[in-house]
């Protein structure tokens, strides 16, 4: 597990944490790394979900999938991030989402209740994990409360130029791209991919914005 230290310690979760004692955790939680093709699933709704997922390469999807197979995406989780937090810490609580491998990864499992027990003293590097996790589902929080922002606006128009604007702002610039492709981001927002498409197209006449694929500029509406 060596190896892959120094991409945990630029991770939230191990912020702060020594080398030798992110070694020593990662030996505690009976951490375990797996690889997955493009298209599997990590997991599916309904499973049992004992560990968090640190996403060392690749991309995954956190879907959620209704009875006649209209597909939500919560999120997308890159290199460096982790999923599954909530549902690793409520032991017996199964999953309410799927995980979708979007390219090649590689993923690191870890076992928290290992060391997140009650009643054991915490070392100092121990300490700092449970800060950093109760920042990370923190974070977490704040994610899906965009989300809920995103799904609350009115109409198509409103949904991207608010999710637009986060992105602008999350990168501090105009020009970025973003992690989905057309049909993803009308997953992502709700919305269907034709009518999503149609209104880039009026957005971009209008003025409002600028785009080549994955690629975005936002524009004054000067």
Same mark, same amino acid.
């Given at each position: 597990m060596e190896k892959y230290v120094q991409v945990l310690q630029k991770t939230a979760l191990f912020q702060d944490i020594e080398p030798g004692d992110i070694v020593q955790m990662l030996r505690d939680m009976g951490s375990h790394r797996h690889s997955y093709e493009k298209g599997s699933f990590v997991f599916y709704a309904g499973d049992e979900v004992n560990s968090i997922g640190i996403v060392l390469s690749g991309t995954v999807h956190i879907v959620q999938e209704d009875y006649w197979g209209n597909r939500n995406i919560l999120t997308a989780v890159s290199a460096g991030e982790m999923?599954?937090?909530?549902?690793?810490?409520?032991?017996?609580?199964?999953?309410?989402? *799927? @995980? @979708? @491998?979007?390219? &090649?990864?590689? #993923? /690191?499992? #870890? *076992?928290?209740?290992?060391? /997140?027990?009650? =009643?054991? +003293?915490? %070392?100092?590097?121990?300490?700092?994990?449970? +800060?950093?996790?109760? =920042?990370?589902? +923190?974070? &977490?929080?704040?994610?899906? %409360?965009?989300?809920?922002?995103?799904?609350?606006?009115?109409? %198509?128009r409103k949904k991207l130029m608010v999710y637009l604007s986060d992105e602008a702002k999350k990168r501090g610039k105009d020009t970025f791209s973003i992690n989905f492709n057309r049909q993803q981001l009308a997953d992502f927002l709700s919305v269907d991919r034709s009518a999503m498409s149609a209104e880039l197209s009026r957005m971009k006449r209008d003025g409002l914005i600028d785009y080549n694929r994955e690629w975005f500029t936002l524009l004054s509406e000067e």
């Open positions: 999923f599954a937090e909530a549902f690793a810490c409520l032991r017996g609580v199964r999953s309410a989402v *799927d @995980v @979708v @491998v979007m390219e &090649k990864c590689e #993923i /690191l499992f #870890i *076992d928290i209740n290992r060391i /997140l027990q009650a =009643g054991v +003293a915490f %070392t100092k590097a121990q300490e700092a994990f449970a +800060a950093n996790l109760l =920042g990370v589902l +923190a974070g &977490k929080n704040m994610i899906l %409360t965009k989300k809920i922002r995103y799904m609350s606006q009115r109409s %198509t």
